[in-house]
C-alpha cells in the first residue's frame, strides 16, 4: 500500500507519478524498493483520473452513513 | 304575506308562547344556527338531540313561527331567514360556529334510502358473498337488478354493478334489496345552513375546518421556528443540542477538509486517506494486479 | 455562533462554562460581548450533557452529506 | 420557544421586533417574562434576514439521529 | 401564521389555546383581530394533536437538510 | 478540537484567523497554548474557504461504521 | 492530506512516523515542508492506534458500495 501512498502524496502535491519519483519517496522512507512493482503501478496509473477516483472514496462513505439499512 | 299579517292579529296564545320561547333561546345563546333535517326519521332526532345535550340545543319549529320570531330581534338576525327553508330546524349553542358545525357534521350518519328518492351520487353493488342462505330472496335481487346467484351455499353478488345513477330516482324494489344487503347510499343528518353568532354569519363552506391544515400549518410554524432559533444561535433548551451538535460538526468537517492536525479529527484523516488509496489501488490493479502489493488483491 | 463555539472551546478544555469564561474568550478574540447572550446561553446548557449532544452530530453529519448529490 | 414564537409573530404581522414588543406578547400570552432572553433574542436577530433564517433548514441533528432506527 | 404562531406560542407556555387568550395576544402585538380566524383557530386545534405537529417538524428538517441545499 | 473551535470562533464573529488571535482565544480560555499547532492551524487554513470546508460533509467513516449496527 | 499519507506511507512500511521521518518523505516527493504542522501531526498522531482508525475506513467502505447513490 506504500507505493499508492506515495503516488498520493505525489498527486496531492502536483508532482507527476513517475517511477524516479516513486523509488525517491519510498527509499526516503526508508523502504526496499520493488522496480518492477514501481513499474507496474505507474504503467497501471497512466490513464487513471486520481481526483476521480479520491473524490468518489470520499464520497461514497457519508452518503452509505445516510442510507436508511 | 299579507295574509301571514292578518294571521298575525289572532294569533292563538301556543303560537305566540312557541315564538316567545325561540326568541328567549337566540337570547340565551351566543350562537344560533339552521339546520336543515330533511330525511331524519323522528328517533333519529331524538338520538340526535340527546347526543347534543352538552354542546347545543335543538328545536323544531314550524318555519312561520321561526320568520316571526327572528323578525323581532334586532342586528342582522332576521337576515337569517333566507336559511329557512322546508324541513328547518333551530339550533342553539355557546361554542362557536366552527364547533357548532364540526358537531352537527358528527351527527352525520350512512341511512338507507327510500323508493322514489333521487340518488345523491352513483349506488354501488360489490361483487361478494352476502349472508342470505337460498331462498325467495335470490328472485328479489334479480328483479331489481342485482345480479345475484347462489355461490358455496350463500346468496352471492357476481359482479360489481352500478345500480342507480347520480340524479335518478331509486325504484322501490331496488330500495327495499339495498336495505336488505345493509347498503346505506343517504349520509343523513343535522346540515347546519348557516349560523348567527354577534352580527356575522357563517355558512357551511366558510365553517368547514380542514384540520390537516392546520395540522400542516404547525408543524411548518414549528419548523420556522426552529430554523430560525438554530440559525441565530439563539439557545433555548429545544435548540442547545442541535447548536452544539452543529457546531462540533463545523468543526469537523473544518478539521477534516482543510486537514487540521486535531487530535479530534484524526481518527477521520486516517481513514479517509486510506479509504482513497483503497480506492485508487483499485482502479490500479484493474489494468494490471501487479500493480499493487498482496494485500489490496482482491 | 461564536457563543456556542467558545462554550464548546471551554467544555474542551475541560473549564467550567460560566458567564465570565465565555465573556473572557468572545472578548479575547475582539468580540464585544452582548451579556444577555452570554446569561441565555449558560440558562440554556443547564443541565445539558454536552458530550451527548456533540455524539448527535456524528449521525447527523452524513445526512447533510446527502445534500449536495 | 416561545420567545421565538413571539418574534415569529411580530414579523408575521409586519412589526417590529423590539424588547417591548415582544414583552407585551408574551404577557399578553400570561408568561412570565425574562428580561436577558428578550434581550438576547433581540440581539440574536439583530440584522438577521428573518424570511432567510427561516427557510434554511437548520442543522437537523436529532431527527436525523431517529431516523436510522 | 400570525394565528398559528400565538397558538403555538400558548401551547408552549402550558396555556389553554382560547379565543381570549388567541385575541390578547394578537392584539398585543399590534394585530387587528378576526374574529372568525380566532374562533376557527381554536375551533380546528381542539382537534389537533399540537405535540405530534411540532415532532413532526423535527422530523421533516433532516429531509429539509437532505433537499437540494 | 479546541483550537479549531477557537478558529470558528474567530471567523464566525468576522475576525482574522492569525496566530496571535488564536493564542489570545485559548489563553482566555485558560488553556495553555501549543505553538507549533497554532502555526499548523493557521498554515492549514490558509487559502481555505472556510464556509465552504464547514459546509462539506467530512469524510464519516466513524458515523457510517455505526450506521449499520 | 500529503502529510497525513506520508504518515500511513511510514506506518505501512513499519517505520516510526517521527517529524524527521516525514519531512524526509515529503522533501523526497519535492515538498516544501511545514515544520510546524509536522509537529502537530505527529503530536496529534500520538495516542492514536493506526491501524483502528482505518479498520474503521474498512467499514465504511462496503457500506458505500451497497449505497444506491
Redesign the interface.
Known sequence: MEYIYAALLLHNAGKAITEDAITAVLQAAGIEVNDARVKALVAALEGVDIEEAIAKAAFAAPAAAAAPA | MAEEKHHTEHVPEWKKNEIENIIELIQSHKVFGMVGIEGILAAKIQKIRRDLKDVAVLKVSRNTLTERALNQLGESIPEMNKYLDKQTALVFTN?????L??VLEQTKTPSPIKGGAIAPEDIIVQKGPTSFPPGPILGELQSAGIPASIDAGKVAVKETKVVCKAGEAVPQKLATMLAKLEIYPLIVGLDLRAAY??G?I?EPE??A???SQ????????????????????????????????????????????????????????????????????S??????A????D??RE
Not at chain 2, 361554542?95 to 364547533?99: I, M, N
Not at chain 2, 482502479?283 to 494490471?288: L, Q, S, V
Open positions: 361554542e362557536s360556529p366552527f364547533k358545525y364540526k353568532d354577534n356575522t357563517y366558510l365553517l375546518i380542514d384540520e392546520y395540522f400542516s400549518d404547525i408543524t411548518r410554524a414549528a419548523q420556522n421556528a426552529f430554523n430560525l432559533a438554530v440559525n441565530t444561535a439563539y439557545p433555548t433548551s429545544a435548540t442547545i443540542g442541535t447548536l452544539l451538535a452543529k457546531a462540533f460538526a463545523e468543526s469537523k468537517n473544518l478539521g477534516v477538509n482543510a486537514v487540521v492536525f486535531d487530535s479530534g479529527v484524526m481518527d477521520t484523516l486516517l481513514a479517509k486517506a486510506h479509504v482513497q488509496m483503497t480506492s485508487v489501488a482502479k490500479a490493479a484493474d489494468k494490471d501487479n500493480a499493487v502489493d494485500q489490496l
